[in-house]
């Protein structure tokens, strides 16, 4: 194998995701075939103790309060940003004026006018932008994936009958866990859960081209206030709950229902990222609940579906045994394997990151659900 050579990457967010992406780096020798290899040098978060888990991680080099400054040096090629929803725009374009790539985190700024903003600036200043989405890099999804790549026959599908993509939480369920700025409109969003969970449930759709034409949206606001967490109450007023009614016109077949869901209530649900395809002929069924199992069927006299157990399948070869299960760090080492070899043009023909495109037509949807569920109406898209 070549020597890869390093790419010189920032972080500006060191909460949960940011922390995350330095695991993710520091054990890179574990995968055999990527051609890029990153090295986290600089950290940057305006809480200053947040830096301080980030000054046993070898190789980082830069502390800083103020991206703005972290922006301004030379000694930076890619840069991960993983703050609040209200700042990613500015911060977006900041790193993108500042001639660095970006790993943007999602929803890819507040809203659609945004999201707009971002993509438009960074194809100006041809910057190279993908959006995080890691559940794709599972090998059941890949899978999933694999049965709708041209000439592939397994299973045969027939005529899709129905398709659906969801991604449920439950801990919002507890009424006493404390208000957080996802729980909140100005820091989440107009469109609450939509954009928070909403791209992992729109990535693998839209890039298998089940681009909806119509949505009938239903929206929940189940708990309106929360803790605040200094002893009083603070208003709760994003959505929870999002199921998005869709219609996809496939080549061959127009009107195939898609539902989209996304929800922060959905009891016996920790972190379930689930697909399922039924068609006339055969079904695909993938849950993280059951994260190593496929699920397929093929039509017959009797109905049932078949557990097929997976390996360590992933797009990138590893050195972990064939046999053993994949979880959430093993994934996102991936989807940053896969933008550092697609920013590098050696991606190949493995699967991409979320497109910049991609994640506007997600907003595009989450302002037809929100305009939907004001008028209780079916929305075409453009
Ligand atoms: N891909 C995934 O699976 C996944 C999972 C969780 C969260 N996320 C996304 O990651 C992003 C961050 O979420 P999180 O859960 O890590 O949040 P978090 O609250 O744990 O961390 C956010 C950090 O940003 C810092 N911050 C706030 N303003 C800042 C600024 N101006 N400059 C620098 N740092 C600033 C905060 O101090 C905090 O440490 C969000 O966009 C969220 O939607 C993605």
Same mark, same amino acid.
């Given at each position: 194998?070549s020597?890869?050579?390093?790419?010189?990457?920032?972080?500006?967010?060191?909460?949960?995701?940011g922390?995350?992406?330095?695991?993710?780096?520091?054990?890179?020798?574990a995968?055999?075939?990527?051609?890029?290899?990153?090295?986290?040098?600089?950290?940057?978060?305006?809480?200053?103790?947040?830096?301080?888990?980030?000054?046993?991680?070898p190789?980082?080099?830069?502390?800083?309060?103020?991206?703005?400054?972290?922006?301004?040096?030379?000694?930076i090629?890619?840069?991960?940003?993983?703050?609040?929803?209200?700042?990613?725009?500015?911060?977006?374009?900041d790193v993108?004026?500042?001639?660095?790539?970006?790993?943007?985190?999602? #929803?890819?700024?507040?809203?659609?006018?945004?999201?707009?903003?971002?993509?438009?600036?960074?194809?100006?200043?041809g910057?190279f932008?993908?959006?995080?989405?890691?559940?794709?890099?599972?090998?059941?999804?890949?899978?999933v994936?694999?049965?709708?790549?041209?000439?592939?026959?397994?299973?045969?599908?027939?005529?899709?009958?129905?398709?659906?993509s969801?991604?449920?939480?439950?801990s919002?369920?507890?009424?006493?866990?404390?208000?957080?700025?996802?729980?909140?409109v100005?820091?989440?969003?107009?469109?609450?859960?939509?954009?928070?969970?909403?791209?992992?449930?729109?990535?693998? #759709?839209?890039?298998?081209?089940?681009? #909806?034409?119509?949505?009938?949206?239903?929206?929940?606001?189940?708990?309106?206030?929360?803790?605040?967490?200094?002893?009083?109450?603070?208003?709760c007023?994003?959505?929870d709950?999002?199921?998005?009614?869709?219609?996809?016109?496939?080549?061959?077949?127009?009107?195939? #229902?898609?539902?989209?869901?996304?929800?922060?209530?959905?009891?016996?649900?920790t972190?379930?990222?689930?697909?399922?395809?039924?068609g006339?002929?055969?079904?695909?069924?993938?849950?993280?609940?059951?994260?190593?199992?496929?699920?397929?069927?093929?039509?017959?006299?009797?109905?049932?579906?078949?557990?097929?157990?997976?390996?360590?399948?992933?797009?990138?070869?590893?050195?972990?045994?064939?046999?053993?299960?994949?979880?959430?760090?093993d994934?996102?080492?991936?989807?940053w394997?896969?933008?550092?070899?697609?920013?590098?043009?050696?991606?190949?023909d493995?699967?991409?990151?979320?497109?910049?495109?991609?994640?506007?037509?997600q907003?595009?949807?989450?302002?037809?659900?929100?305009?939907?569920?004001?008028?209780?109406?079916?929305?075409?898209?453009?």
């Amino acid at each position: 194998m070549s020597s890869p050579s390093p790419v010189r990457v920032a972080v500006i967010g060191a909460g949960l995701m940011g922390r995350e992406v330095a695991s993710a780096f520091g054990r890179w020798f574990a995968l055999l075939d990527c051609p890029v290899r990153p090295e986290l040098v600089a950290v940057c978060d305006v809480n200053a103790a947040a830096l301080d888990w980030f000054r046993q991680v070898p190789g980082v080099r830069h502390f800083d309060t103020d991206h703005r400054t972290l922006l301004a040096r030379p000694d930076i090629d890619v840069v991960y940003v993983a703050v609040p929803h209200h700042l990613h725009e500015q911060i977006y374009l900041d790193v993108l004026r500042a001639g660095k790539d970006l790993l943007a985190e999602k #929803p890819f700024g507040i809203d659609l006018a945004a999201a707009r903003r971002v993509r438009d600036e960074a194809a100006r200043l041809g910057r190279f932008v993908r959006v995080s989405s890691e559940f794709p890099f599972l090998p059941g999804v890949q899978r999933v994936l694999a049965a709708f790549r041209p000439g592939n026959a397994e299973p045969q599908l027939g005529k899709i009958l129905s398709l659906r993509s969801s991604f449920l939480h439950s801990s919002d369920l507890d009424p006493t866990k404390p208000i957080n700025w996802k729980r909140q409109v100005r820091f989440c969003g107009e469109a609450g859960v939509m954009n928070d969970l909403g791209l992992h449930v729109t990535h693998v #759709p839209l890039r298998l081209g089940w681009r #909806p034409v119509r949505l009938y949206a239903q929206l929940q606001k189940i708990y309106t206030e929360r803790p605040d967490g200094k002893g009083g109450r603070a208003p709760c007023d994003t959505w929870d709950n999002a199921t998005l009614h869709c219609t996809v016109d496939l080549p061959d077949q127009p009107g195939v #229902p898609l539902t989209l869901e996304t929800k922060r209530m959905s009891p016996t649900d920790t972190n379930s990222w689930e697909i399922e395809v039924l068609g006339t002929d055969g079904g695909l069924r993938y849950s993280t609940k059951q994260p190593k199992t496929l699920w397929t069927y093929e039509r017959g006299k009797e109905q049932s579906w078949s557990a097929t157990d997976l390996g360590f399948a992933t797009p990138f070869k590893t050195i972990t045994g064939g046999i053993f299960e994949p979880g959430f760090p093993d994934i996102l080492q991936q989807m940053w394997a896969a933008y550092l070899a697609e920013r590098a043009g050696q991606l190949g023909d493995r699967f991409a990151c979320a497109t910049p495109d991609e994640a506007v037509t997600q907003h595009e949807l989450w302002a037809a659900a929100l305009q939907s569920h004001a008028t209780q109406s079916v929305v075409t898209l453009p």
